[in-house]
């Protein structure tokens, strides 16, 4: 049904220009690009303006005008594990050719009007670009509504104690959150502390200062949440996803390739009988972490297919520290693969269950499915989303105390 009314409008252009900027990460560049889908089909033309680092393949959006603009940032600083510093570090390096950029497309009298930019909650720079050239911005926020209902309440969090984290505190419920406990507010590992409470209170309060916010939720999953955030921010709020979900096929905007292979071994398997475990494209395992998951696994006595990223494993190139003979001994119960195609996998009959780190993509594309969750957060949001799956949604259990084979 969707997709007839999508094909009738698709003949409709509305002479009008939007201008979308993604975060250059997996979990966020998938939803933006998404977006640019609906509202292409909707009748807008599409802009997209992207950064060097992780840039974007244009071929796979015929539809979609690119520009690319230099982010300065150095090849040790993109491949730093902090993400605190890089985010920030795109905030500031990327505020110039940005600038720039939208000044380009802005005089340029060839195209469309621009109606308005819609930019990714993470570069809040972008809030004050806009504003200087009176152009409204829609923010794009890639997390569910119950988190960002977290990440606002930072301030609450530090004056009442809660935040920073005290180690005695973890167990601790933060009454203000319920059924949250300190150990599930959003935090991540990080050398600069002090720039994640910044990064958290600029996306925030940028965010209450654009025209509107957009979420790849959905009201019936967050209503509370949602009747929160209405409340705090003066803005429209738009939970108009799950976005992959308007479309029968989604294109993808993978930075790495999807292993069709995966597909063909699920054919073979059983109903349901499948482990499907992925980590998501930024989560980094210790090796003593990933020998203890690879034994739960081969020990749960289910076949299971593995999502490895090459750098999943910290001072590893992919399998390596594996004992030799792992896989051998399972007799083709195991698949192991660098990247997945996520969304067949989730539909595939064969999937029974999907071991997470609950980034909020793939939660989401997890409960579209009926896949039940075992979750396993590593930082920020995620432990938000293992609470609320568990917990509130009750679509799947928390791995916690620890990880034993
Ligand atoms: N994904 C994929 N193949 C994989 C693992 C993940 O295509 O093997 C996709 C997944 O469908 C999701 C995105 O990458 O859309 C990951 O986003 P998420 O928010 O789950 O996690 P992040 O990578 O941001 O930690």
Known sequence: HMENQIDIQMDQRKGRRLVLFPLPFQGHINPMLLLATILHSKGFSITIIHTNFNSLNPSHYPNFTFHSIPDGLLESEASSLDLVALAKLLNIKCTDPFRDCMDKL?????????????????????????????????????????????????????????????????????????????????????????????????????????????????????????DTLRQEFPIPIFPIGPF?????????????AQDQSSIAWLDKQASKSVIYASFGSLAALSEAQFLEIAWGLANSKQPFLWVVRPGLVRGSEWLESLPSGFLETLNGRAHIIKWAPQLEVLAHP??????????????????????PMICMPCFTDQKVNAKYVSQVWKVGLQLENGLDR
């Open 244 to 256: 992959h979900k308007y479309f029968l096929t989604s294109s993808s905007g993978s930075l790495l």
């Open 106 to 226: 802005l005089s340029d009298a060839s195209e469309e009007p621009i109606s308005c930019l819609i930019s990714d909650s993470l570069f809040y720079f972008t809030q004050a670009v806009a504003d200087s050239l009176k152009l409204p911005r829609v923010v794009l926020r890639t997390g569910g509504l119950s988190s960002l209902v977290v990440f606002a309440a930072f301030p609450l969090l530090r004056e009442r104690g809660y935040l920073p984290i005290q180690d005695s505190q973890l167990e601790e419920l933060v009454v203000e959150l319920p059924p949250l406990k300190v150990k599930d507010l959003p935090m991540i590992n990080t050398v600069y502390p002090d720039s994640y409470y910044e990064i958290v209170a600029c996306m925030v309060n940028e965010s209450k200062a654009s025209s509107g916010i957009i979420l790849n939720s959905f009201e019936e999953l967050e209503l509370s949440e949602l």
């Open 350 to 371: 064969a999937v029974g269950a999907f071991w997470t780190h609950n980034g909020w993509n793939s939660t989401l594309e997890s409960i579209c499915e009926g896949v």
